[in-house]
């Protein structure tokens, strides 16, 4: 819903024969030929990301590289749908495949979520170390705060506080 509202907005903005224009003048197959190879390799990386993190919170789930790739571009074509089908299309396909309960499954997708937003984090922290942020205040407000973030998570495992420590992965 956001990709259709962000292209009605677009449509609206652009007058429409100055968005043919443009359109006309890009080279399909090879715009066509980037999007299935950056696909490909994003696939190919985020199975083996995925692969490595269910290893350690599913210890003991035999899951092998290739049903993490068929199993994330599955998710992919559900996230095309809504990304949280996508995310629940893993829970799902660990459920059926390994008998991996709900809960279980759950928390290993939400695992990788998590891992996802340190990481973005920490990118983002490091960007506004070199300098980086946005000029707009409220973007800028944003973007200091999910930085901060990255910090906070640091904090979280340095401590390892008492009421965090009850929940098992």
């Known amino acids: 819903l956001v990709a259709l509202a962000c292209l009605v907005w677009l449509l609206r903005t652009i007058p429409t024969g100055e968005f043919v224009a443009a359109f006309r ?16 390799v994003n696939l190919v990386s985020d199975s083996l990301a995925t692969w490595v993190t269910f290893a350690r919170a599913l210890p003991g789930v035999p899951l092998t590289y290739r049903e993490i790739v068929l199993m994330r571009g599955a998710s992919y074509l559900l996230g095309v749908l809504n990304w949280g089908a996508g995310q629940a299309g893993i829970a799902y396909f660990l459920y059926q495949r390994h008998h991996v309960q709900g809960a279980r499954a759950a928390g290993a997708v939400l695992f990788t979520m998590g891992i996802n937003a340190v990481l973005l984090a920490g990118c983002v922290a490091l960007a506004l170390g070199m300098g980086a942020a946005p000029d707009e205040p409220a973007l800028r407000l944003v973007v200091f705060g999910l930085g901060a973030g990255f910090f906070a998570h640091l904090l979280l495992v340095a401590t390892k506080p008492a009421f965090l420590r009850r929940f098992a992965l």
């Open 25 to 40: 003048r890009v080279p399909l197959g090879a715009f066509l030929l980037v999007v299935v190879a950056y696909v490909g």
